[in-house]
């Protein structure tokens, strides 16, 4: 069985601060990593996954995510964040042992950002 | 891009009513899930599906029941609604290791 932790549930931050948000995970096989983001009264949306290759991920709005094997860790960071980051983010795990792949989340981060 | 689309974004029903929440996705995807959104409790799978006319239980499939009887299509389905089925509902589809994309969600009240 795999499983997510999300240590930190709320994480205030001033604008143009940086930020991480932690999430560590449990798997007996390989896993793929995933970090996705939720606006107000909006589905999530994929922010970025860890396949294979580099260790270091990166998304298209200065979000970055590095796989760490030996830590079971898969941080998510910005050096600098913006009104316009505000929202929860969930970190995912999935094992691909088995045909279809099923996804485990976390129990999500609330990511304010104070003007 | 890959739209999943659900038919309400908010919904009130009455205790003992028979609920459907409709979802579509238009890329093909073979995977299909519901999941349902609680504070404090993060995401809960309800049930899945892996091809047409297949569905596996989650998490926490009591009280819920499911179908699939064409790809693009993932119903589910609230065969006696109750005041603790209150709660945001997701739909995800995807295909194998690329991750899953939602819906917008329905957020269901039952009173």
């Known amino acids: 069985a795999q499983s997510v932790t999300q240590l930190d549930s709320q994480v205030p931050v001033f604008e143009e601060a940086p930020v991480e948000l932690r999430c560590n995970y449990s798997?007996?096989?390989?896993?793929?990593l995933f970090w996705y983001v939720q606006y107000p009264n909006q589905g999530l949306q994929l922010l970025l996954k860890?396949?294979?290759?580099?260790?270091l991920v990166e998304s298209i709005n200065g979000f970055e995510a590095e796989f760490n094997k030996s830590q079971t860790s898969f941080h998510l960071r910005k050096p600098s964040v913006h009104i316009s980051d505000t929202a929860e983010y969930f970190c995912?795990?999935?094992?691909?042992?088995?045909?279809?792949?099923?996804?485990?989340f976390g129990i999500g981060t609330k990511l304010q950002v104070i003007p | 891009d890959v739209k999943v689309t659900q038919s309400s974004r908010y919904l009130v029903k009455r205790t003992g009513e028979k609920v459907f929440l409709e979802c579509v996705q238009d890329?093909?995807?073979?995977?299909m899930f519901w999941y349902r959104q609680d504070p404090g409790l993060g995401l809960r799978l309800i049930y899945f599906?892996?091809?047409?006319?297949?569905?596996e239980k989650g998490d926490i499939p009591e009280g819920y029941s499911v179908s699939r009887e064409k790809k693009e299509r993932f119903s589910l389905i609230l065969e006696s609604a109750s005041t603790n089925q209150t709660s945001m509902y997701l739909c995800?589809?995807?295909?194998?290791?690329?991750?899953?994309?939602f819906g917008s969600g329905t957020r269901l009240t039952v009173v």
């Open positions: 860890y396949l294979s290759g580099s260790t």
């Open positions: 798997s007996s096989v390989s896993v793929y």
């Open positions: 599906s892996y091809d047409v006319k297949m569905k």
């Open positions: 890329m093909d995807h073979e995977n």
């Open positions: 995800a589809s995807s295909t194998t290791g690329y991750g899953y994309t």
């Open positions: 995912a795990v999935s094992d691909h042992s088995g045909g279809y792949q099923k996804v485990t």
